[in-house]
Structure formats: structure tokens, C-alpha cells
């Protein structure tokens, strides 16, 4: 194992019959992520998101910059208002830099409701959206119908990070102080039933790592000053990460050398990659993408099985984040690095 004076994590690469250990370095830093909201009469209200009475209401986070991949949800959520659940749109983008809350009435629950939601939002934003994700496999159909109408690239996708964190702050901090909670309700419905019973489907061979590795990285990598950001991650992507992460934890992740990572990467982009996971059972490394496929990458040994437990531990620590980097080498720069967060199903 190579050692250094400044943190170092060891990577544990494995093939069917070798392993290999690398490092990796880190600096300490620190982040926030204020928010400034407005109701639908576009009145600034200076205090964090709160219980509100308001049909719409809109949080700006003018720390980041906006982007023109949005996120959507459409679904009922703990409360009841009388005698009926509490139904609401939830609209960001994958920055976080905005949030739109829209309730609706439970008659009101429709295609055309929904995609009049997303016109008045998209009127109203500054960065126009291409994409809209969703990831909610029991309003497909609805949600699917409203963008179809609507001139973005809809996409049914987990990579709803930062939809995601959103819902679970509002099931921790909003949803318990509003009237009508029912803490019974808590936990949606992500994905659709039949997906429970999924098989991951065998690589293609020429999409194939010839060693991968279980790698781990402080968080503050990932925080405003750290080695990881948008310049150097080829044709990855970073989730957003919760500015309240300790920076000396570290994040679980994965590395793939192959003398293929550019044609391996350029695959990964095109799909809306979603996270990893170690079925210990089965023994056998998973990658996930869109909304219900999922590939197998590796089967592990003795060893490598006990490496993915501390893998999915970490990840658990951490609120499912993980990465993947697909490289040559373990001294070449990504073809391709994700930061990725692996969604609650009981959103």
C-alpha cells in the first residue's frame, strides 16, 4: 500500500485472481448553501423553506449556477387536508439553484394540470429547461403525457439527485409540522412493482473493466476547493452533495481501468447512470441506470465480498453517495467520473 503525508485511501483493485492497493490525497474545506424564497406573488420572504398555506412556492439559491436539466415529482404526500391527501408538484433543477412547490386538488390530479405547472414554471425561469427527469415509475404515464406537450426531452431517471434530497428534507422538517400529518403515509412509491423482480443483464463484453477497484475519498474532495469539480471529471457528472457532511468523512466508491475507458465512458454518458451496488447474496457488483435497468459488472470472491460490505456500509453512512471513475490506468486522468447517490425507494 502506497503512503503519504497528507490523507491517503488505499483502492483495493481486484481481478479474478489478483489485488492491487493505489492512494489517493485530499484537503480539508467547507461549504453552505443558502436559499431566498418567494410565494406566487413573487414576494422575497427572508427565512428557510416552512410550512405554507400558499399554492406555489419558489426557493432561489443564488450560490449556483442554474441549470437546463430539470427534475420533476407529481405525487401525494403525508397529510391530509380534509379528508383528502395532500397532493403537490415539486419542480427543481439539478443544481438545486431553484425549488417550485405546487399543491394541487386531489380532482385536479391530471396530465393537463400537471403540464400547465411546468409551462408557468418554464415562463418564469431565467435558464429554460432541455431535460426534465423523473423518477417515479407510478406516475408515468401521467407525468409522461404532460411533457410530451411540452418542448423538453423527458426522461424517466433516478439521477434525480437533487429532487430527491429535497423530498427527504420536506418528510423531515415540513410534511411533521403541518396539520394533518399522518406519519403512517410516510414512503412513496418510486419504483414500479414489477421492477422488484429484476435481473442485471451481463455487460458487453467490449463495455468490460479488465480490474475494478473499491475505493473510498474524503468528502471534502468534493466540497468548493477540493481536487474533484466539473474541469477535471471527463464526461462524468457531480451530484449535488449535503453541505452538512462532515469533510473528513469519507465517500465510497468504484474504479474501473480498462484500455477502453473512452469508449466505456462515452457509453455511461449516454445513459442516465444512477449508482452501483453490491448484491452480497449474490455476490456480484451492480450498476443501475434509467429507471429500472440494471447490468452486471463483477461477481466477487471471498475477499472482494468482504470489501463491497464495507462499500454498501459506507454508502449507507453517507445517505447512499458514491462514485464511479473509469480509467486507463490508476495514474491517468477519468475518462469518466460520477458522483452519485443512490435514491431512497420509499420517497
Same mark, same amino acid.
Given at each position: 500500500m502506497?503512503?503519504?503525508?497528507?490523507?491517503?485511501?488505499?483502492?483495493?483493485?481486484f481481478?479474478?485472481?489478483?489485488?492491487?492497493?493505489i492512494?489517493?490525497?485530499?484537503?480539508?474545506v467547507?461549504n453552505?448553501?443558502?436559499?431566498?424564497?418567494?410565494?406566487?406573488?413573487?414576494?422575497?420572504?427572508?427565512?428557510?423553506e416552512?410550512?405554507?398555506?400558499?399554492?406555489?412556492?419558489?426557493?432561489t439559491?443564488?450560490?449556483?449556477?442554474?441549470?437546463?436539466?430539470?427534475?420533476?415529482?407529481?405525487?401525494?404526500?403525508p397529510?391530509?387536508?380534509?379528508?383528502?391527501?395532500?397532493?403537490e408538484?415539486?419542480?427543481?433543477d439539478?443544481?438545486?439553484?431553484?425549488?417550485?412547490? $405546487?399543491?394541487?386538488p386531489?380532482? +385536479? #390530479?391530471?396530465?393537463? $394540470?400537471?403540464?400547465?405547472?411546468?409551462?408557468?414554471?418554464?415562463?418564469?425561469?431565467?435558464?429554460?429547461?432541455?431535460?426534465?427527469?423523473?423518477?417515479?415509475?407510478?406516475?408515468?404515464?401521467?407525468?409522461?403525457?404532460?411533457?410530451?406537450?411540452?418542448? #423538453?426531452?423527458?426522461?424517466?431517471?433516478?439521477?434525480?439527485?437533487?429532487?430527491?434530497?429535497?423530498?427527504?428534507e420536506?418528510?423531515?422538517?415540513?410534511?411533521?409540522?403541518? $396539520?394533518?400529518?399522518r406519519?403512517?403515509?410516510?414512503?412513496?412509491?418510486?419504483?414500479?412493482?414489477?421492477?422488484d423482480?429484476?435481473?442485471?443483464i451481463?455487460?458487453?463484453?467490449?463495455?468490460?473493466?479488465?480490474?475494478?477497484? %473499491?475505493v473510498?475519498?474524503?468528502?471534502?474532495?468534493?466540497?468548493?476547493g477540493?481536487?474533484?469539480?466539473?474541469?477535471?471529471?471527463?464526461?462524468?457528472?457531480?451530484?449535488?452533495?449535503?453541505?452538512?457532511?462532515?469533510?473528513d468523512?469519507f465517500?465510497?466508491?468504484?474504479?474501473?481501468?480498462?484500455?477502453?475507458?473512452?469508449?466505456?465512458a462515452?457509453?455511461?454518458?449516454?445513459?442516465?447512470?444512477?449508482? %452501483?451496488?453490491?448484491?452480497?447474496? +449474490?455476490?456480484?457488483?451492480?450498476?443501475e441506470?434509467?429507471i429500472?435497468?440494471?447490468?452486471?459488472?463483477? +461477481?466477487?470472491n471471498?475477499?472482494?465480498r468482504?470489501?463491497?460490505?464495507a462499500f454498501?456500509?459506507?454508502?449507507?453512512?453517507?445517505?447512499?453517495?458514491?462514485?464511479?471513475s473509469?480509467?486507463?490506468?490508476?495514474?491517468s486522468?477519468?475518462?469518466?467520473?460520477?458522483?452519485l447517490?443512490a435514491?431512497?425507494?420509499?420517497l
Amino acid at each position: 500500500m502506497v503512503s503519504s503525508a497528507s490523507t491517503a485511501v488505499a483502492l483495493l483493485f481486484f481481478t479474478v485472481s489478483a489485488l492491487q492497493c493505489i492512494s489517493m490525497a485530499a484537503a480539508l474545506v467547507s461549504n453552505s448553501l443558502p436559499f431566498r424564497m418567494t410565494n406566487n406573488n413573487n414576494n422575497i420572504l427572508l427565512h428557510s423553506e416552512a410550512p405554507s398555506s400558499s399554492s406555489t412556492v419558489t426557493t432561489t439559491n443564488f450560490n449556483v449556477k442554474p441549470s437546463d436539466e430539470w427534475e420533476l415529482d407529481c405525487y401525494s404526500r403525508p397529510v391530509m387536508v380534509d379528508g383528502k391527501k395532500l397532493w403537490e408538484v415539486l419542480i427543481t433543477d439539478s443544481t438545486g439553484s431553484f425549488r417550485l412547490c $405546487e399543491t394541487l386538488p386531489s380532482n +385536479k #390530479v391530471n396530465s393537463r $394540470e400537471l403540464r400547465r405547472v411546468v409551462d408557468e414554471a418554464i415562463e418564469n425561469a431565467k435558464v429554460k429547461p432541455n431535460i426534465v427527469r423523473f423518477f417515479r415509475g407510478a406516475m408515468f404515464n401521467m407525468i409522461n403525457i404532460a411533457l410530451s406537450e411540452i418542448d #423538453v426531452i423527458a426522461k424517466p431517471s433516478r439521477c434525480t439527485f437533487a429532487l430527491a434530497q429535497w423530498i427527504e428534507e420536506r418528510n423531515r422538517n415540513v410534511y411533521p409540522a403541518m $396539520e394533518g400529518y399522518r406519519a403512517s403515509m410516510v414512503g412513496g412509491s418510486g419504483r414500479a412493482s414489477f421492477l422488484d423482480v429484476r435481473t442485471p443483464i451481463k455487460l458487453p463484453d467490449a463495455l468490460r473493466g479488465e480490474k475494478y477497484a %473499491f475505493v473510498a475519498l474524503p468528502v471534502a474532495e468534493f466540497l468548493e476547493g477540493g481536487g474533484i469539480n466539473n474541469e477535471n471529471i471527463g464526461v462524468g457528472r457531480l451530484c449535488p452533495m449535503d453541505p452538512n457532511l462532515p469533510a473528513d468523512e469519507f465517500v465510497q466508491g468504484i474504479v474501473i481501468l480498462t484500455n477502453r475507458a473512452e469508449a466505456l465512458a462515452s457509453w455511461l454518458a449516454g445513459t442516465e447512470l444512477s449508482g %452501483f451496488y453490491a448484491d452480497l447474496r +449474490k455476490r456480484t457488483l451492480v450498476m443501475e441506470t434509467d429507471i429500472e435497468n440494471q447490468y452486471l459488472m463483477a +461477481k466477487l470472491n471471498d475477499v472482494q465480498r468482504e470489501e463491497a460490505a464495507a462499500f454498501e456500509e459506507g454508502k449507507d453512512k453517507l445517505n447512499g453517495l458514491h462514485f464511479v471513475s473509469v480509467q486507463d490506468d490508476d495514474e491517468s486522468d477519468p475518462a469518466g467520473f460520477w458522483l452519485l447517490r443512490a435514491i431512497p425507494d420509499n420517497l
